[in-house]
């Protein structure tokens, strides 16, 4: 409660923290689909070259074996740009996670990783379902303030 009353944690701030742990909670599913798609691509690459020059590309009819492997291999390599840039933003989430006790982060690993709601929640941690959402807003309050203090030390040693 006292770090509350440090700083005053805005509705809008709430939100956005929920949207970026929406986002690691779902970061290694969309990698994996992002994974699914590059051997898609590369498979696609393999029959395109088994098939030579008259097989359409994207519905271009006529593309080169050498602009089809060209534009294929780009968007492998936007998928894989697409990976890196969420596994760098799961990590550092993760990082700011991994300073939470031990029950905050099984809530949100249950809440966010898992994708289960309030209710099974409560089941498992033993808590009624109106503590499990008080629990809800002090851990992002909390994480809220790491954020800020962790930003605010990086900027600090940047300076120096």
Same mark, same amino acid.
């Given at each position: 409660?006292?770090?509350?009353?440090?700083?005053?944690?805005?509705?809008?701030? =709430?939100?956005?923290?929920?949207?970026?742990?929406?986002?690691? $909670?779902?970061?290694?599913?969309?990698?994996?689909?992002?994974?699914?798609?590059?051997?898609?691509?590369?498979?696609?690459? %393999?029959?395109?070259?088994?098939?030579?020059?008259?097989?359409?590309?994207?519905?271009?009819?006529? /593309?080169? #074996?050498?602009?089809?492997?060209?534009?294929?291999?780009?968007? #492998?390599?936007?998928?894989?740009?697409?990976?890196?840039?969420?596994?760098?933003?799961?990590?550092?989430?993760? =990082?700011?996670?991994?300073?939470?006790?031990?029950?905050?982060? /099984?809530?949100?690993?249950?809440?966010? $990783?898992?994708?289960? $709601?309030?209710?099974? #929640?409560?089941?498992?941690?033993?808590?009624?379902?109106?503590?499990?959402?008080? &629990?809800? &807003?002090?851990?992002? &309050?909390?994480?809220?303030?790491?954020? &800020?203090?962790?930003?605010? %030390?990086?900027? #600090?040693? /940047?300076?120096?």
């Amino acid at each position: 409660m006292k770090e509350k009353e440090q700083k005053k944690i805005t509705k809008e701030e =709430r939100i956005q923290m929920k949207q970026k742990l929406s986002k690691w $909670g779902g970061a290694i599913e969309y990698c994996n689909k992002k994974q699914l798609e590059i051997e898609k691509l590369q498979r696609m690459i %393999n029959q395109f070259l088994i098939l030579g020059k008259n097989a359409p590309f994207l519905e271009q009819e006529n /593309v080169s #074996i050498k602009e089809a492997k060209c534009l294929y291999e780009f968007e #492998i390599t936007k998928a894989l740009e697409c990976i890196k840039n969420e596994m760098k933003q799961y990590s550092k989430m993760e =990082r700011y996670i991994e300073k939470l006790n031990y029950e905050e982060q /099984v809530f949100l690993k249950l809440r966010y $990783g898992k994708g289960y $709601g309030y209710d099974y #929640i409560s089941l498992q941690t033993h808590k009624s379902r109106a503590t499990c959402f008080r &629990d809800h &807003d002090l851990i992002l &309050d909390k994480l809220i303030l790491l954020c &800020d203090e962790t930003q605010q %030390n990086e900027k #600090i040693a /940047v300076l120096c």
